[in-house]
């Protein structure tokens, strides 16, 4: 059993490591633009379950924000910001499903630790799912900060990347205007 002692160690000494590393490094950009179809995936989930994108299509918008690191300072302000703003998501009904590199016990230490309702998905296994939505950092194998909102046929509406997707009010909106078409 892994201690969430130890997993704060290790988000602590990851923290530590990335100023370091994002100053060394220019964060790609996606290659995925507005307009196209979000790569499907089936991911696990905090929850318990896998999580698969096109089992909403035909039923919800779906928001995908991608998270450096559990336990790192910009990834705790983004996800607790998602979870502040979550009745104003569900009140368009739209899913949020926060995804990032990070082990399924990790995410479940850190979503306990914030108390953050919705689903976590890891990609830990293959990080084929940062690599097709073209987030991947593959040297660190984290990735890199992006929101993508998707519409109910698929197709992507809503692209933020870097510190400014922190915040989710861009996804927000895209969300709002896809309520309201």
């Given at each position: 059993?892994?201690?969430?002692?130890?997993?704060?160690?290790?988000g602590?000494?990851?923290?530590?490591?990335?100023?370091?590393?994002q100053n060394?490094?220019?964060?790609?950009?996606?290659?995925?633009?507005?307009?196209d179809m979000?790569?499907?995936?089936?991911?696990?989930?905090?929850?318990?379950?896998?999580?698969?994108?096109?089992?909403?299509?035909g039923?919800?918008?779906?928001?995908?924000?991608?998270?450096?690191?559990?336990f790192?300072?910009?990834c705790?302000k983004?996800?607790?910001?998602?979870?502040?703003?979550?009745?104003?998501?569900?009140?368009?009904s739209t899913?949020?499903?926060g995804?990032?590199?990070?082990?399924?016990?990790?995410?479940?230490?850190?979503?306990?630790?914030?108390?953050?309702?919705?689903?976590?998905?890891s990609?830990?296994?293959?990080?084929?799912v940062?690599?097709?939505?073209?987030?991947?950092?593959?040297?660190?194998?984290?990735?890199?900060?992006?929101?993508?909102?998707?519409?109910?046929?698929?197709?992507?509406?809503?692209?933020?990347?870097?510190s400014?997707?922190?915040?989710?009010?861009?996804a927000?909106?895209?969300c709002?205007?896809?309520?309201h078409?």
């Amino acid at each position: 059993m892994i201690r969430p002692l130890t997993i704060a160690l290790q988000g602590v000494l990851l923290c530590a490591s990335l100023p370091a590393q994002q100053n060394a490094v220019t964060p790609p950009h996606t290659t995925l633009k507005v307009g196209d179809m979000a790569p499907d995936f089936t991911l696990p989930a905090t929850t318990g379950d896998k999580v698969t994108l096109s089992s909403f299509r035909g039923k919800t918008p779906v928001v995908l924000p991608f998270f450096p690191a559990a336990f790192t300072g910009g990834c705790t302000k983004e996800m607790l910001a998602y979870q502040a703003n979550l009745g104003k998501f569900e009140g368009v009904s739209t899913k949020i499903f926060g995804i990032s590199g990070d082990n399924t016990p990790s995410q479940k230490e850190f979503a306990k630790q914030l108390n953050v309702s919705f689903p976590i998905l890891s990609d830990f296994a293959q990080r084929k799912v940062m690599a097709d939505y073209g987030v991947l950092l593959p040297n660190l194998g984290m990735a890199n900060r992006t929101t993508f909102v998707i519409d109910k046929d698929g197709k992507i509406v809503h692209i933020e990347e870097g510190s400014g997707a922190i915040d989710p009010s861009g996804a927000e909106m895209a969300c709002s205007r896809l309520a309201h078409k």
